[in-house]
């Protein structure tokens, strides 16, 4: 699957929203732009939902104003990461606006884990902790961001992830 555009939606969601490819056969060219989406608590027993968008076996994509808001007065327990990019090429994450879920102090508003190559600019994180670097990750670039109001702009699984983030006017 290729050359897909998910463009202003307003979304109220109750669970995961997924961007899943193949391991063998990754997803490529995906963007979402100008999309809202509002976590709001599950109504099934079974609570399985952690973050709010996850995009894993993806090349070549793109999140553009991206807004996520947690619903802050029935929060789920597990609640963690806005946004998880795993296994994916090629990333732009530019605009987004938001943080880890209300109860989840420690966990950042957005992990990307085995990401090469990524472009993240223009982002305004809510306070807490913005990006979490693991895995394999390199040639991640931080440009322009606005981390006045965020405790830790960047963390790392290792040591060696150290070498994988640029920043430039932050």
Aim: proline share 6%; with cysteine; glycine share 12%.
């Amino acid at each position: 699957i290729r050359d897909v555009v998910v463009r202003d939606v307003v979304a109220h969601a109750q669970g995961t929203a997924r961007i899943l490819g193949h391991p063998e056969r990754p997803l490529e060219n995906v963007t979402l732009s100008g999309i809202q989406l509002f976590m709001t608590p599950e109504s099934t027993p079974d609570k399985r939902a952690r973050h709010g968008l996850v995009a894993e076996g993806v090349e070549r994509l793109r999140i553009r104003d991206l807004e996520l808001r947690w619903g802050v007065e029935d929060p789920e327990p597990r609640w963690q990461s806005a946004v998880v990019i795993r296994k994916a090429r090629d990333v732009e994450l530019s605009g987004f606006i938001g943080g880890s879920a209300p109860g989840a102090a420690d966990a950042p508003a957005v992990v990307m884990e085995d990401v090469h190559g990524a472009l993240v600019r223009g982002c305004r994180p809510l306070p807490g902790r913005f990006l979490h670097v693991g895995g394999s990750s390199r040639a991640i670039h931080l440009v322009g961001n606005d981390f006045s109001a965020t405790r830790v702009p960047v963390s790392y699984a290792g040591e060696e992830l150290r070498g994988a983030v640029a920043s430039e006017g932050n």
